[in-house]
């Protein structure tokens, strides 16, 4: 089967390699979309942590953003059927321990890898790929191969808006125009955010930012990123902010940007230590500063969201093209971010 691998630093190929096998409770899918990710660049360029820290090494078989069709099912499968459209989790649990018995596979302390990126699970720019079944998500009838595919950044901006403990009513500032940063927005207002304020730049992502509810956007080459903030909240700082632009100059500057008491969010990967971050600013304004990422049990909640009309992920589609050209794509990715949100790779038509 086809796959695109990432054999080293700069070296990405579609590559002919065998189909895996199955253990019994294994489910084969027939992948139609998978997404390319930040993570999957850096990776392609080797200057990721977790390539210097050994947890993602060479070859790499990436993919992580997918949607897909059942194929075939183990004999023990009993929670999916073959012609399923599915999605699944990334964190890859042994589906053994009581933590997995009670559906708490996060806790899991035997997990088995991460889809396409750490302790590389095979990834999803594929042919076909496996899962366990209990890592699947079967898809309602009105949600799309193509929306399905944006759903695992959008688990990232919902768990970084779960992390801001909205109560209805506050100012939200979400830096970066990326795919996350952009699901964060409609996320927060679903939340109860009363004003939004978007800070990228880009102006074409910023016009897509308004699409997705944004009600300030900020072009952080044209003004002062923290004199607008101060100017649309009388001067207060957001009461929260999600970090998704993996910008280190704004988490530098993350105290002034917040109320005291205030959130901030980190919703990305920095590849940096962190040297001269005020914390008597963070300790005497009683703020707080958490990370986040995409987990299992969220999946679920932002399918739903996108079922009933409340997000919509059309807008952060901008490129599909077919596995074929997915390694040209890889290549423009890598060179340039401009105009570009998110790009799908089509393995197979419906």
Known sequence: MRSIVIYGPGDIRL???????????????RVRYCGICGTDLGILSGDMGFIRSGLIKYPARIGHEWSGVVEKVGPAVTMVKPGDRVIGDNSISCGECEHCQNGEYLKCVHRRGSVGTVRCWPGAFADTMRLPEWHLHVLPDNVSFEEAAVV????????????????????VLVLGTGAIGLAAITIAKVFGAKKVIAVGRQDAKLEIAKQMGADVVVNAK?????????????????????????????????????????????????????????????????QTLCG???HPGVLDAVVKLISEGKLNVKPLITEIVPAENGVEAFYASAKSSVGRIKTLVEFHKE
Do not use: Q, W
Request: hydrophobic share 40%; charged share 25%.
């Open 15 to 29: 590559s002919d390699i065998p189909e895996p096998p199955m253990e019994p409770r294994d489910v084969h899918i």
């Open 152 to 171: 695992e950044p959008c688990t990232i901006a919902y768990n970084a808006v779960l992390m801001c403990r909205l109560k209805g009513g506050e100012t």
């Open 222 to 286: 044209k003004e002062n990123v923290l004199e607008a903030v101060l100017r649309e909240t009388d001067g207060r700082g957001a009461d929260c902010a999600l970090e998704c632009s993996g910008a280190i100059e704004y988490v530098n500057g993350a105290s002034d940007l917040i109320v005291g008491k205030g959130i901030f969010t980190l919703a990305g990967f920095y590849e940096t230590t962190l040297d001269g971050f005020p914390l008597d600013d963070f300790v005497l304004k009683a």
């Open 292 to 294: 986040t990422i995409g």
